[in-house]
């Protein structure tokens, strides 16, 4: 139980594009979901933590007119990434919590997007 | 912010060795998450810690959540290849967002 899904697993992009990830919880209903980005050989950094139905909350320092995000459904959110640039080239993990007290949060397999 | 620490940043051990690591914070949490991660996958949760105190084990892993509140430990015993990977430890206290330390990297040699 407790399966995250992201897709695509990977994606190559040009500058100026943009690109849509999306996360899923499998087999149970999350209402909240986080993004994270990780760059090499390092922690994961929040960007931002996704409520359905409601406004994504940003972390200090993340655009929120970059990166969009939107929670439909419970389970289901989805990253943008607008006019992407190579700096924006990174590993980008979601990650659900689920529905209840527990306050366990079971990640996705993560996203690497090359923007070039 | 809230800051964690992990030691050691990285380990090389023989394969069958056991192996300590630890995370450590400032402040308090309620609750403590052990993950590994593996080389271009997402983190996986091995153990979740809710009570000041408390010993979990999964398998050849066992936590603890430190009686402070402001530490956590994980063991693994009688290691093996597979074990290579990083551990993340994430703390959380009620009303905030998690928050996770750098890592521990494990390598283990045969």
């Known amino acids: 139980g407790a399966v995250v899904s992201q897709h695509p697993s990977w994606v190559i992009c040009k500058s100026g594009t943009s690109v849509k990830i999306e996360c899923r919880s499998l087999?149970?209903?999350?209402?909240?979901m986080f993004w994270y980005r990780q760059f090499p050989k390092q922690s994961l950094m929040l960007m931002a933590t996704?409520?359905?139905?409601?406004?994504?909350?940003?972390e200090q320092g993340v655009e929120k007119d970059k990166f969009l995000i939107n929670h439909a459904s419970l389970t289901l959110s989805t990253l943008t990434v607008t006019s992407a640039h190579p700096e924006d080239s990174s590993f980008y993990i979601c990650?659900?919590?689920?529905?209840?007290?527990?306050?366990?949060?079971?990640f996705g397999p993560g996203t690497r997007l090359t923007v070039t | 912010g809230q800051q964690l620490n992990q030691s050691p940043q990285s380990m090389f051990i023989q394969e069958g060795e056991d192996v300590s690591m630890n995370c450590t914070s400032s402040s308090i949490f309620n609750t403590w998450l052990w993950y590994k991660q593996d080389p271009g996958e997402g983190p996986v949760l091995l153990i979740a810690l809710y009570k000041a105190g408390e010993l979990t084990s999964n398998g050849r892993l066992t936590a603890q959540f430190g009686i402070t509140r402001k530490d956590s430990f994980l063991n693994i015993s009688a290691s093996i290849p597979s074990d290579v990977g990083i551990y993340f430890c994430?703390?959380?206290?009620?009303?905030?967002?998690?928050?996770f330390g750098p890592g521990t990297r494990l390598s283990v040699l045969p």
């Open positions: 994430a703390g959380h206290l009620n009303g905030q967002n998690f928050v």
């Open positions: 087999d149970f209903q999350a209402t909240t």
């Open positions: 990650s659900a919590k689920t529905v209840g007290n527990s306050y366990e949060q079971y």
């Open positions: 996704s409520n359905e139905g409601s406004k994504a909350t940003y």
